[in-house]
């Protein structure tokens, strides 16, 4: 069914608050920003804004999502391309430049880091937040690592608290190259000492 213009002003109009949600959230942060100053920057009034979102938390929600959206095809892009040039890799090799590419997403694009890294766990607490994580990266993240045990690529260990620490390594790692002064010598350090933790997993 074709969409009409009331349908194509209506998301043009979510997508507006999203926007400019997404600006204030990453450049001041959640606690700083007002709704006021959201529907200001859409140029949307506070009846359009209640109208997409139950409150300023659920638009919160919404920029979450196009962020984790965004991580997630940028980090399935490099891998495409990886695949058009025809390079094979086992599953670890695939994981630790998967988390390379990860952080190199972030040092691109700072809303990553203050959106869903800093911001994300105090707006929704752990339980909440968990979930959230478990949908955009936990899973995926533990199919891998199980992956490259049954390859015999790194040592047998359990998976779940494996993967929990794994993603705290990576999430660390992304808030250390964002609080640097220099990001990008901040990245090139990150990754070494990445490098040398995950050089420990491994099989001799």
């Given at each position: ?9 209506v ?13 204030l ?16 920057r ?18 919160f ?46 040092l ?30 936990y ?40 609080r640097?002064e ?5 990245r ?5 000492v990445?490098?040398?933790l ?5 099989v001799?």
């Amino acid at each position: 069914m074709a969409r009409t213009r009331r349908d194509e002003h209506v998301a043009d109009t979510r997508q507006a608050l999203i926007t400019a949600a997404r600006e204030l959230f990453a450049g001041q942060g959640f606690a700083a920003t007002g709704t006021e100053e959201i529907v200001s920057r859409a140029r949307v009034t506070r009846g359009a804004l209640y109208h997409h979102f139950k409150d300023k938390t659920d638009l919160f929600r919404a920029v979450m999502e196009e962020v984790a959206t965004e991580m997630a095809e940028s980090l399935i892009d490099r891998e495409l391309q990886r695949a058009r040039e025809d390079v094979e890799v086992d599953a670890w090799d695939q994981l630790c430049d998967g988390i390379h590419a990860f952080l190199d997403v972030c040092l691109e694009n700072g809303d990553f880091q203050r959106v869903m890294l800093v911001d994300g766990p105090s707006v929704f607490g752990h339980e909440a937040w968990d979930g959230l994580v478990e949908k955009h990266g936990y899973s995926l993240l533990a199919q891998w690592l199980e992956k490259a045990m049954e390859e015999g690529r790194i040592a047998r260990l359990p998976v779940a608290p494996l993967t929990r620490m794994m993603a705290g390594l990576i999430s660390e790692a992304s808030l250390y190259m964002a609080r640097c002064e220099d990001p990008v010598q901040g990245r090139d350090d990150a990754g070494v000492v990445v490098d040398r933790l995950l050089s420990g997993l491994q099989v001799p």
